[in-house]
């Protein structure tokens, strides 16, 4: 193993988070930010790509002035499961809201 720990990222119904995580399983440490969907009065329900996308980003640098890069073995990527961002190779951004589970056009 290259490093002692493994980077989870999560995206959650209410934030962002990445921790690293030992070899015993142990959270050594973690960072967080709330994020919350934007929630339409028709009962939608979806993030914006894109400060989505600067939120986790921020969340896994912030881990990083914790824990160095040569300390991480690998990455993990937890999601809702139902959460899928589609994004245009030519110009980079987001063909359409990220939809939540709690929103019934993501099924």
């Known amino acids: 193993m290259k490093g002692p720990f493994i980077v ?15 070899q015993q399983g142990k ?6 930010e709330e994020l919350f969907p934007v929630r339409g009065v028709d009962g ?4 914006n790509a894109q400060t ?6 921020r969340v896994l640098n912030k881990l990083l ?3 160095t890069p ?7 990527v937890a999601s809702q499961r139902s959460t899928v961002v589609l994004w ?5 951004a987001a063909v359409a809201p990220v939809l ?8």
Request: charged fraction near 20%.
């Open 52 to 57: 989505l996308l600067e939120v986790q980003l």
């Open 100 to 107: 939540t589970w709690e929103d019934g056009r993501a099924t």
């Open 70 to 76: 040569s300390q991480v073995a690998g990455i993990s």
């Open 44 to 47: 939608s329900s979806h993030y």
């Open 65 to 67: 002035d914790q824990v």
């Open 88 to 92: 245009n190779a030519r110009t980079g």
């Open 8 to 22: 989870a990222l999560d995206l959650g119904t209410s934030g962002c988070r990445a921790a690293a995580i030992t």
């Open 27 to 32: 959270i050594a440490c973690e960072q967080r």
